[in-house]
């Protein structure tokens, strides 16, 4: 009877922060706008191969994405910063909402080209870029410093879930009612993201707000470089998605490598975030890593391995199985890098630090998409994605190499 009621305790422990009703609401909207996220991408890389059949012109979409990130991702930081999170988000979720509605009208008349697809990449990288670090630094004015690790995990559950989610729904709708159905779906879930997130509190950027300038960006960046754990974290996340990234091929794969329509495409892209949903699922009921620095190495070490049996692989149901093993070991990155770069960082700078932090991660998944895809277009799709998963582990290499703060680095401290 006592170790029944230690576990429920124990169990109880770990969801009291769904208790806290803004938690829930930013819960709501984190999946709704996760699902829309995918969603979007993955129908605007099968509309683009759809219209071309080139590899390239899939690799031209990261481009388009990672330059906004380049030259506003600071600044951005510096603005969220310094304003209320909650209407940024609103704000740049707004801007996404008349990209997929204008996408949906073009396409339903006929008359979308891929200039029209390539400037709504463009408009909606540009408000994700805004809306990143301000989302990002929500979540720890909500929750305790002692419910947020489990709170990331639930967190990242929930995203996972929506990122699974998304690339099934464009697959299944745009099988039976065409692509232009799928931009409007997009629509209906970012007005259900917008509306989840009118009902958090008003928050600050921060309990002394900073001016946006110069000197504040700069702020943010020497953070970075003098906290060796937070620069490998988005160091190895970086280069190890630039090279192991097989995303922006999975167009190529579906249809001319396992041979599969619009639905098996879905499935298949879906499947490394069914992947992550899973492992994911699995760590909200384990204890909280304590080695993380040592765990995040290993993670990555075991995505470059899936992303080269993926790369070799010609039946379905195995590429499936594999890219889900790759999501696997991308939630584990993806929640011990967030606990450990939010938990690392003072309240006043999260806004930036994680501009910076989404500098690094637009660059690992737009300049992936791009290698991925311009490679693939001089060699093969199978040589850019096993290059790039044995990219993967030499990066890992080289980071336990030269960082031991990383490699040593644990929660408790």
Not at 52 to 58: C, E, F, P, Q, S
Not at 203 to 218: C, M, Y
Not at 299 to 322: D, E, K, M, Q
Request: net charge positive.
């Amino acid at each position: 009877m006592i170790a029944e009621e230690e576990r429920a305790s124990e169990l109880d422990s770990r969801f009291a922060v769904f208790r806290e009703l803004p938690f829930r609401w930013f819960a709501v909207s984190r999946f709704f706008s996760g699902t829309a996220l995918t969603l979007l991408g993955s129908a605007v890389a099968w509309h683009v191969y759809s219209l071309t059949g080139r590899a390239d012109r899939l690799g031209l979409v990261g481009v388009i994405r990672f330059l906004p990130q380049l030259l506003l991702s600071l600044p951005a930081g510096a603005v969220a910063d310094s304003v209320d999170r909650r209407r940024l988000v609103q704000c740049a979720q707004a801007v996404t909402l008349t990209c997929s509605t204008t996408l949906c009208w073009l396409t339903w008349h006929g008359r979308v080209s891929l200039y029209a697809l390539y400037a709504a990449v463009g408009l909606a990288a540009t408000a994700g870029v805004f809306e990143q670090p301000a989302r990002a630094s929500l979540l720890p004015q909500l929750v305790s410093r002692e419910r947020f690790p489990r709170a990331v995990t639930l967190i990242a559950t929930l995203l996972f879930l929506g990122f699974a989610t998304g690339p099934m729904l464009t697959g299944l709708t745009t099988a039976r009612f065409g692509i232009a159905a799928a931009y409007g779906l997009h629509a209906l879930l970012v007005i259900t993201s917008i509306f989840s997130l009118s009902r958090l509190p008003a928050l600050r950027g921060a309990a002394n707000a900073v001016r946006v300038t110069w000197s504040a960006i700069a702020e943010g960046l020497r953070y970075v470089w003098s906290n060796k754990v937070v620069l490998g974290c988005m160091t190895l996340d970086m280069f190890a998605v630039i090279l192991g990234g097989a995303t922006a091929l999975l167009p190529v794969y579906a249809r001319d490598i396992l041979q599969v329509d619009a639905g098996g495409y879905g499935l298949l892209s879906g499947s490394l975030e069914t992947g992550s949903l899973l492992m994911s699922a699995l760590l909200v009921f384990r204890p909280t890593f304590q080695a993380a620095g040592r765990s995040l190495l290993w993670a990555v070490v075991a995505y470059g391995l899936a992303t080269i049996a993926f790369g070799v692989s010609r039946s379905y149901p195995l590429s499936i199985a594999l890219y889900m093993m790759v999501g696997m070991a991308d939630a584990v990155s993806v929640v011990l890098r967030s606990t450990m770069v939010q938990l690392a960082t003072p309240d006043a700078l999260r806004g930036r630090v994680s501009s910076v932090n989404f500098i690094f991660i637009g660059a690992s998944n737009n300049l992936g998409q791009a290698e991925s895809g311009f490679l693939a277009e001089l060699t093969s799709a199978t040589f850019a994605v096993v290059f790039g998963g044995v990219g993967c582990l030499v990066v890992a290499a080289l980071v336990a190499w030269r960082l031991p703060q990383l490699r040593g680095y644990r929660l408790a401290e």
